[in-house]
């Protein structure tokens, strides 16, 4: 037995991945620092506009795929959205109470919000789960557009700013620290014993169980942790919009978060990062064509299905461990 080589002797593999941990850190710190720079080079209110609401709906995107991690899918993301920019929004008019405590009270409430849905659809597992979502995010709209205390169709105005001044700079330093701190919790979260454990579910609810792991719990807090990241920043945009209106919340805004995903790579934790930018920017620069966004963005959704389902991420990992494979001389593993 001793003498029989075993796979991992004959066909030994790489000690690193193709993207070292190290390499990683200093990618990311590099993008850090070029995004610090953009307001001087680029300091323009619309460009500087157009990138704050990228950052919003890369917190959202992730807040979302956070849930999505344990086989779960919420079409009622947005909604969640709406609860923590509508908590800000009516304790900054109607109560006058400061930015920096409707801003954490918006998350807490959504999370709240979000864990009181979770419990009794915490057995519903892909398609019935997501029509729960879809439920509830309906049960916003349809409450908000029939109260005149929330606003209704006009929306609710007179909300505090992040800044007094109305530059766009503040806002856009303000924003890029919320992401990038939303981001670390997000990845530690994920990657952490109890995203491994909510990967286990996603992958064999029954082997899950078998191990000790409670099916229930755990997805019970991936909705409370989803929730309250996109609680706050969904409290955060009602201040830096200084309103808040029901449309900005409907179903495709949820859809939207699925486009990002898909195209940069839902299986990926950098996937909202690639993809927001591209399906979010590329259609505000080219606005000649912005009436037939829908149907671009229909066409991009099918292709990458199709054709790219690991998305932009996932064909970049893949393009460079085929060249280092080849490079190294070694097998491609598929």
Same mark, same amino acid.
């Given at each position: ?30 993008? +850090? ?126 909300? @505090? ?38 990967? =286990? ?6 082997? =899950? ?5 409670? @099916?229930?719990?755990?997805? +019970? ?36 978060? +699925? ?31 912005? @009436? ?20 932009? +991420? ?21």
């Amino acid at each position: 037995m001793n003498n029989i080589q075993t796979s991992k002797e004959l066909l030994p593999l790489p000690e690193t991945t193709w993207w070292s941990r190290n390499n990683k850190h200093v990618f990311w710190v590099i993008l +850090v620092v070029l995004l610090a720079l953009v307001p001087v080079f680029f300091n323009k209110p619309f460009h500087l506009h157009l990138l704050i609401n990228t950052f919003i709906f890369i917190v959202a995107t992730l807040s979302m795929r956070t849930i999505i991690i344990s086989n779960q899918f919420p079409l009622g993301h947005a909604a969640f959205m709406a609860v923590g920019a509508y908590t800000a929004a009516e304790l900054s008019v109607r109560l006058d109470w400061p930015m920096w405590a409707t801003i954490p009270t918006g998350a807490i409430v959504t999370c709240i919000a979000g864990t009181l849905f979770a419990i009794p659809f915490s057995r519903l597992r892909t398609l019935y789960y997501a029509m729960g979502s879809l439920f509830f995010g309906v049960l916003v709209i349809y409450i908000v557009r029939a109260s005149t205390f929330l606003g209704g169709y006009g929306g609710l105005g007179g909300v @505090e700013p992040l800044f007094i001044g109305g530059k766009k700079v503040p806002d856009y330093y303000f924003f890029l620290a919320l992401t990038l701190v939303c981001a670390i919790a997000m990845y530690r979260f994920e990657f952490s014993r109890i995203g491994i454990s909510l990967k =286990a579910i996603a992958q064999s609810h029954d082997v =899950a169980s078998s191990v000790g792991i409670n @099916e229930a719990r755990y997805r +019970v807090l991936v909705v409370g942790v989803g929730c309250f990241f996109v609680g706050l920043i969904g409290a955060t945009f009602a201040h830096y919009n200084r309103m808040v209106a029901i449309n900005s919340f409907e179903l495709m805004t949820t859809l939207m978060f +699925v486009i990002y995903m898909l195209v940069g790579g839902i299986g990926s934790f950098a996937g909202p990062f690639v993809g927001t930018p591209i399906m979010f920017l590329i259609p505000e620069y080219l606005r000649e064509l912005k @009436e037939y966004s829908p149907f671009i963005a229909a066409f991009l959704v099918l292709l990458f299905v199709f054709f790219l389902p690991k998305g932009l +991420v996932g064909l970049i990992k893949d393009t460079f461990s085929k060249y280092k494979s080849r490079r190294q001389g070694e097998i491609p593993r598929y």
